[in-house]
């Protein structure tokens, strides 16, 4: 089901860009066929033998409205810039942190090639430009904005990917040391000691999972792990949680109610120490919020517990257990039936 949410997103958030896209281009609000009225002043006057020169670049702030239909005029008239001199012609290079009005600002990130990069238009119709000249009037021709949204979406999908593969590559270390661990607990009999320890504590919140069954201490050890804010270790505890819990359920494609109830422990877990990324991040300052991160956390564990048990009791969801269903084909009593008609099955 999650994996249908996220291609709905993705399809709709694409849908969303291409009628973005579609109406900037009808509308043409970049203007990208027009060169820019601008006026070009050199402070040391201009050098035609200079490969690099300051300039400023100043706009008509009531020219600049009409020509791209803006409510507004900007503030700001005048930036700082550089015009570079090549065989291909002149060309103009804002200042990297100039604060640029819209739609300037959308058209340098827009061409912009990474974070940082400076807007760049060719000097086209500069008439009278000629040595010591000190400001000449002409016109910036932009790199045509196309498919703007469209393009953000590529690469954001580009750079996500990335990410998620050097966090699978990061995340290998740590499963085979947690998992090895478990390994080297299981074969020394740790887990079974700590089965059994747990099970009286455990056992009314997991009632189809046999006693002494190892589910029930990888589901301790995850729990372990949150509270003591290992995120990285709880992960790998809570996989294989899950796969035991997997072991017992007789219809693979359906959860059951301790599969729940471990994916409900796991996501409201109790944290008594708090994740090293939120010490990293505000330091000894955390101490402060020390009993406000345990309420909470105690407070949404408590929710998922009584949430996880309440709709386990519900009909709606109790004719859909598997582990009930298994038991009335093996002619079992239905250990979860109850007296309330809203909860018992219908004859």
């Known amino acids: 089901m999650l994996n249908y949410i996220w291609a709905g997103l993705i399809i709709f958030s694409l849908l969303f860009a291409l009628a973005t896209d579609v109406r900037e281009l009808s509308t043409d609000r970049f203007r990208n066929d027009d060169p820019l009225p601008v006026a070009v002043e050199f402070p040391d006057g201009y050098s035609p033998d200079a490969r690099r020169q300051s300039a400023r670049i100043r706009l008509d702030p009531e020219?600049?409205?009409?020509?791209?239909?803006?409510?507004?005029?900007p503030d700001t008239a005048a930036y700082p810039a550089m015009l570079v001199q090549t065989r291909d012609g002149r060309q103009i290079r804002f200042d990297p942190d100039a604060s640029l009005p819209p739609p300037l600002s959308t058209i340098r990130d827009a061409l912009a090639g990474e974070e940082g990069d400076p807007l760049q238009g060719r000097l086209l119709e500069a008439a009278g430009l000629s040595a010591g000249a000190a400001a000449v009037r002409g016109g910036l021709d932009f790199e045509p904005v196309r498919f703007r949204k469209m393009n953000d979406i590529a690469q954001a999908a580009l750079n996500f990917a990335e990410t998620a593969a050097e966090l699978a590559l990061g995340f290998i270390g740590t499963l085979g040391l947690i998992l090895g661990l478990v390994k080297i607990g299981e074969e020394a009999g740790l887990v079974d000691a700590l089965t059994k320890a747990v099970q009286p504590l455990l056992s009314p919140l997991f009632p189809d999972v046999p006693k002494d069954h190892p589910a029930l201490a990888n589901v301790t050890l995850n729990l372990l792990a949150n509270v003591f804010g290992m995120g990285n270790a709880a992960t790998p505890l809570?996989?294989?949680?899950?796969?035991?819990?997997?072991?017992?359920?007789?219809?693979?494609?359906?959860?059951?109610?301790?599969?729940?109830?471990?994916?409900?422990?796991?996501?409201?877990?109790?944290?008594?120490?708090?994740?090293?990324?939120?010490?990293?991040?505000?330091?000894?300052q955390i101490n402060e919020l020390f009993f406000s991160i345990t309420l909470a956390t105690l407070c949404s564990s408590i929710a998922g517990?009584?949430?996880?048990?309440?709709?386990?009791?519900?009909?709606?969801?109790?004719?859909?257990?598997?582990?009930?269903?298994?038991?009335?084909?093996?002619?079992?009593p239905d250990d979860t039936a109850t007296d309330d008609p809203e909860t018992q099955d219908a004859p």
């Open 63 to 73: 020219r600049y409205r009409q020509f791209y239909d803006l409510e507004s005029a």
């Open 238 to 284: 809570g996989i294989k949680a899950m796969e035991e819990l997997q072991s017992l359920n007789p219809k693979k494609e359906t959860a059951t109610n301790g599969m729940v109830m471990l994916l409900a422990l796991n996501t409201s877990s109790v944290q008594l120490v708090p994740p090293a990324l939120l010490v990293a991040l505000m330091g000894l």
């Open 305 to 332: 517990i009584l949430g996880a048990l309440g709709l386990s009791k519900l009909k709606r969801y109790r004719k859909t257990d598997p582990m009930r269903l298994a038991r009335e084909e093996n002619g079992e």
